[in-house]
């Protein structure tokens, strides 16, 4: 559950990207060239967070839906 909750800021930092790979082709110079390492850092950034997210859920790490509910509401048990 926790990969597929990181797909969610993945895809935003994906578009934040390619908005920036695409302004950057409408400059000249030293801008264009930054626009290029930034893009290219913000598409490492996005790819970080499924990454992370596949560790979360393969390691055990990620809290179950139902582990979570209880633990809001302590004297309901099942």
């Known amino acids: 559950m926790c990969f597929f909750f990181s797909l969610i800021p993945a895809t935003i930092w994906v578009a934040l990207g390619y908005f920036i790979l695409f302004s950057s082709t409408k400059t000249q110079g030293a801008?264009?060239?930054?626009?290029?390492?930034l893009a290219f850092w913000v598409f490492i950034i996005a790819a970080f967070f499924p990454l992370v997210g596949a560790?979360?859920?393969?390691?055990?790490l990620c809290?179950?839906?139902?582990?979570?509910?209880?633990?809001?509401?302590?004297?309901?048990?099942?």
Do not use: N
């Open 31 to 37: 801008v264009q060239k930054f626009g290029y390492i």
């Open 55 to 60: 560790y979360v859920t393969l390691a055990g």
């Open 63 to 78: 809290p179950s839906l139902g582990t979570m509910i209880q633990s809001m509401h302590p004297g309901v048990r099942p």
